[in-house]
């Protein structure tokens, strides 16, 4: 019988406060001058590696171990919080979109018959990244999608482009363009009317996320809805180029265009009886826009007209909210994660992070859920991040008072559990800013200090983490290593995540003598740790739960 009662570790005891800190974007490899954190003064992080091989060891971040489909695919903080939390490996958003297109499945299911009831009469719109990151969305699956949408009814398709440049190189998204309007052309070849009908880029229009700001879900609905923009274009491919040839233009922040036929009337707007699907299976950046899409009641920005459409989520993107209520595909059930099962435990939980890394210490860290297990047990804490800038102009971000904020819960005493993401090296590391990011990895690391400080004074215990690469390597590489340089000599810019190992590392005085990291989990990954840290707290973990990192010898 199922019970939530975790049996007693043998040997570990109960009521240590264990503080557990991810970094965000924070890989290991070679020392160069591409790796930021090589370059940036990380004392803590530094001291921390000397505790090799017992108490610092490397975890895999990316690929199979994280849930995604191949080897070749770099980590992303979805799928690490999810592992570092649900101690357990499922088969991820990518995975599943890509099982659900190879068998035919997805044409069959309750999404995609509800959508088709507008083929006939209405448009078909479908909104996403336009990459193949393997991130949010991939290019593969939207073409794919494209062809049995048409191949089951869809008489006319308008694509609503959002372009990359964080998750793939910055310029990219000329050549993604190409190819989208090649099929759309062979669509047309058919006899489906098939456009590109708005675009712009996905940090500046569509993906925001955690309410970080609204206005720029406002600027897509105003394209995507409305068919206004500032920028009108008779194409998209000559849209992304014009943008791109403005000084500092970047895929991730074109402005919103819309394309327009040749008497300037925008070809795609979303209209009654049409109906939508949002193609990005990652649920964080879609969560804004399903909700203006979907909700009747909507106070966040003036919609101006709300059309009356048939929408679907590639994947549901909320499973509590229910949002969207129409899906193409069904998300994983990450159940049972760590921190249920440990506030049922007794274990009072503090999370905390800014703004724009907010829900992954909470909702993914929590198997993709929002809210509190057991409000009287948690509290989650989130520092307002600054909105409407890159963060190379604030390198720091949020990191001191995240670190405050941890350091004041760990002294409180209120708290067995401290759980908190520092997002510099991420969040700069997209940026592609060098210098900016090796100021962002010092940051991370004085917040570390602050947060191991206090640990110390309460005779606590610390797991420091990341949940994949970043900041360690910003050049893209040729299979041997070396940086690529481009047709001007110049090194390619890496925005992207990466596929390196991350560090874990384990100790405070609270730290029972004799803990330390097993030798025979050579292949660990980020789904070890949640049984690891069941352990710190004096428990064993599941069954089911990838194994603990962790033993104790006897000394
Ligand atoms: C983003 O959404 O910012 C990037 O595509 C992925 O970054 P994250 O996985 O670190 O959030
Ligand atoms: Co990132």
Redo the contacts with the bound molecule.
């Keep these: 019988d199922f019970s939530w009662k975790l049996p007693d570790h043998p040997k570990l005891p109960k009521g240590k406060t264990v503080a557990v800190v991810v970094l965000?974007?924070w890989g290991e490899a070679n020392p160069d001058e591409y790796n930021c954190i090589h370059v940036a003064q990380t004392p803590t992080m530094d001291s921390l590696k000397k505790g090799a091989p017992e108490k610092w060891r490397l975890v895999r971040a990316h690929g199979k171990a994280v849930g995604l489909p191949t080897e070749d695919d770099m980590g992303?903080?979805?799928v690490g919080h999810n592992a570092l939390g649900a101690g357990r490996i499922f088969a991820q958003g990518a995975k599943l979109v890509d099982l659900a297109l190879a068998s035919g499945k997805i044409y069959e299911g309750e999404g995609f018959k509800y959508i088709k009831e507008s083929f006939d009469q209405g448009t078909l719109h479908l909104i996403g990244l336009l990459s193949d990151?393997g991130?949010?969305s991939r290019l593969d699956q939207l073409q794919l999608l494209l062809k049995g949408c048409s191949e089951n009814g869809a008489k006319r398709i308008r694509v609503h482009i959002l372009t990359d440049g964080?998750?793939v190189l910055d310029g990219s998204s000329v050549g993604f363009v190409e190819t989208l309007e090649n099929d759309l052309a062979q669509l047309r070849a058919k006899g489906v009317d098939a456009q590109i009908a708005s675009g712009g880029g996905r940090m500046n229009v569509t993906m925001d996320r955690y309410e970080n700001d609204w206005g720029v879900v406002k600027r897509g609905w105003d394209a995507q809805v409305l068919g206004e923009a500032p920028h009108k274009f008779r194409s998209a491919l000559e849209a992304v180029k014009k943008l791109r040839e403005e000084p500092k233009a970047n895929d991730q922040y074109l402005p919103p265009f819309v394309i327009v036929d040749e008497s300037g009337k925008a070809v795609g707007p979303i209209v009654d009886g049409d109906a939508v699907v949002t193609f990005n299976f990652r649920a964080?950046?879609m969560v804004m826009i399903a909700k203006a899409l979907e909700y009747q009641d909507f106070d966040k920005f003036d919609r101006v007209r709300v059309p009356k459409i048939r929408y679907a989520g590639m994947l549901q993107y909320d499973g509590e909210l229910k949002l969207p209520n129409h899906y193409l595909v069904s998300p994983p059930e990450i159940e049972r994660t760590s921190g249920e099962y440990l506030v049922h435990n007794g274990v009072r939980t503090f999370a905390c992070s800014e703004t724009v890394k907010f829900g992954?210490v909470t909702f993914f860290w929590n198997g993709n859920r929002s809210g509190y297990f057991n409000p009287s047990m948690e509290e989650y804490v989130e520092i307002p991040s600054d909105s409407g800038i890159t963060f190379n102009v604030q390198p720091k971000m949020k990191a001191l008072e995240i670190a405050e904020k941890t350091r004041d819960a760990i002294l409180s005493r209120k708290f067995d559990q401290v759980r908190v993401n520092l997002p510099n090296g991420?969040m700069v590391g997209?940026t592609g800013d060098i210098e900016a990011t090796v100021v962002a990895c010092k940051a991370a690391d004085e917040a570390v200090k602050m947060i191991l400080d206090a640990i110390e004074q309460v005779g606590g215990i610390y797991v420091v983490t990341a949940d994949?690469g970043n900041a360690e390597d910003m050049v893209k590489r040729n299979k041997s290593g070396q940086p690529l340089l481009d047709k001007d000599g110049k090194i390619q810019i890496l925005t992207s995540?990466t596929l390196q190992p991350v560090p874990i590392a384990i100790g405070g005085p609270g730290l029972a003598s004799g803990v330390r990291f097993r030798k025979d989990v050579p292949d660990g990954g980020l789904a070890n740790v949640a049984a690891t840290v069941m352990n710190l707290h004096g428990f064993e973990a599941p069954s089911d739960y990838e194994t603990t990192l962790i033993e104790v010898v006897d000394n």
Excluded: K
Aim: glycine letters at 12%.
């Design positions: 965000d974007g992303n903080s979805e990151g991130v949010h964080r998750d964080d950046r992954h991420d997209h994949h995540h």
